[in-house]
């Protein structure tokens, strides 16, 4: 009798020995752990408080770099980025016999993205902690060297590319130079920031021929006396804001997406850290990629496509932004309707036109809608560490529609802008949907 417990209790421990083995296998077939990667990613962007622009293309290249690495993974469906990226050459990477596809792809993500960071130890920790899991599950030592190899040769590939998208050449360029033309944009307070990034339009874009490839209709032409129509439009802008009801206010405060928020308290002023916009959709990327139960190769699909378009996206809007240089609707109902009032959300440091928010969210949402189809019923849960309610859509355009009519009723948007940058965001999608191919099935169907 003895004998028998000895030897199940033998077989127990083997059995569960080799769910040990095994478990780093499913950790590493789900996409959960690049989804943790990019919440990490978000988390630091937040905390260095990087510009909007600049957030996408933190976003974007970790992206790209796992993409690249399920296109090797030996899924036929997938179509490699580089030598369709503008300014990318085809990638011919050794075959690795004894390697996780998806653990390179992770360590393509990390190297990158730690790359673009400042606080780069964030990273890194994050990243021993998710190798120290898998190795706990039994990943084994050749298997994970292997790996981690891949992935970093990967890394280097799309580093090298990134360097020379014009970002570190810019960071050097002249500040932008305050205009008096009543009509222009001036610095709001209460911190009165000089403008963001001035020359974003001379980065490389990823698919788009130019940044003015797709112009919006010109705004509305600036004007003071009260029978006009830009007078029209702002006091649009502030009778909404004197007006808002709850659920107004509440989309409002959803989107407002600023991590420039300033709080002064008697001679005291702190920024109040906030997640950007782009940062905003790749968090409903991630949340759509775990609803959709994808595998981690379609999850680096789902990252990259959307991140390329919200990068595309901030380059049309921002070459836009200081073409038009549009003075805000808080700059002009303080000077011409109301001194007093204010918006509900506080305005940021760049030009009025086209709306930031309303170009990249429509762009991102054509995206996802592409890639997951419609109807795709969420919860967008991305602001609930910021102290906001969840909110809940039918599909990526409801929300994308939400996110730009938001702007409005935060009093930093009037409605040319608004609607005239949705226009801008489907431009912009609809070109990179022509120009890039992911899948093989796309590429036959593009090509009939």
């Known amino acids: 009798m003895m004998r028998i417990k000895f030897m199940s209790w033998i077989l127990a421990v083997l059995l569960f020995s080799c769910t040990e083995r095994d478990g780093y296998k499913e950790l590493l077939e789900s996409g959960d752990l690049l989804v943790q990667a990019n919440e990490k990613l978000t988390d630091v962007i937040v905390h260095d408080i990087f510009s909007p622009p600049v957030a996408s293309r933190i976003y974007a290249y970790p992206a790209i770099a796992a ?5 090797l993974a030996g899924d036929d ?4 980025l580089m030598g369709q990226l503008n300014g990318s050459e085809p990638a011919d990477f050794d075959a690795c016999e004894e390697c996780s596809y998806s653990l390179a792809a992770l360590a393509a993500f990390y190297k990158v993205a730690t790359q673009l960071v400042f606080s780069e130890q964030e990273m890194i920790a994050h990243r021993e902690a998710t190798y120290k899991k898998l190795k706990d599950e039994g990943m084994p030592k050749t298997l994970f060297q292997n790996s981690i190899a891949l992935g970093e040769i990967v890394a280097e590939h799309i580093l090298k590319y990134a360097g020379k998208d014009n970002y570190h050449q810019s960071r050097s360029f002249e500040k932008y130079t305050i205009k008096n033309d009543p009509g222009t944009w001036k610095p709001t307070p209460p911190a009165y920031m000089e403008g963001i990034e001035p020359h974003w339009n001379r980065i490389r874009p990823f698919a788009l ?4 490839q797709y112009l919006p209709a010109l705004p509305t032409p600036f004007e003071i006396i009260p029978e006009s129509e830009f007078f029209r439009e702002a006091k649009e802008v502030m009778d909404a804001g004197i007006n808002l009801t709850k659920e107004q206010k509440d989309i409002a405060y959803f989107w407002d997406c600023n991590p420039y928020k300033m709080n002064v308290k008697g001679h005291v002023m702190y920024a109040e850290k906030k997640i950007t916009p ?8 991630c949340i759509a990629s775990k609803a959709a139960g994808l595998d981690w190769k379609a999850t680096s699909e789902t990252l990259a496509v959307t991140s390329i378009h919200l ?16 003075i805000r609707p808080e700059t002009y109902i303080n000077l011409y309707l109301d001194e007093d009032w204010l918006p509900l959300l506080q ?3 760049f030009p009025e036109y086209t709306s930031g928010h309303s170009v990249i969210s429509t762009a991102a949402s054509h995206a996802l809608t592409r890639l997951l189809g419609e109807p795709f019923p ?26 730009a009519i938001s702007r409005f009723y935060g009093g930093i948007h009037y409605m040319p802008a608004i609607e005239n940058g949705v226009e801008q965001g489907k431009m912009v999608a609809d070109h990179i949907s022509q120009r890039l191919v992911t899948r093989k099935d796309r590429l036959t169907a593009s090509k009939e």
């Open 311 to 326: 990068f595309d996206g901030f380059i049309a809007c921002w070459d836009e932004k200081y073409r038009s240089i549009l």
């Open 209 to 212: 021929d130019s940044a003015n």
């Open 77 to 80: 469906r997938y179509v490699s």
């Open 347 to 349: 305005t940021p440091p």
């Open 67 to 71: 993409y690249e690495v399920a296109v």
């Open 278 to 285: 782009g940062g905003h959709w790749v968090g409903i990327a």
């Open 378 to 403: 969420f919860l967008d849960s991305t602001e609930v560490k910021y102290g906001l309610a969840a909110r809940s859509f039918n599909s990526f355009k409801e929300a994308a529609d939400e996110a």
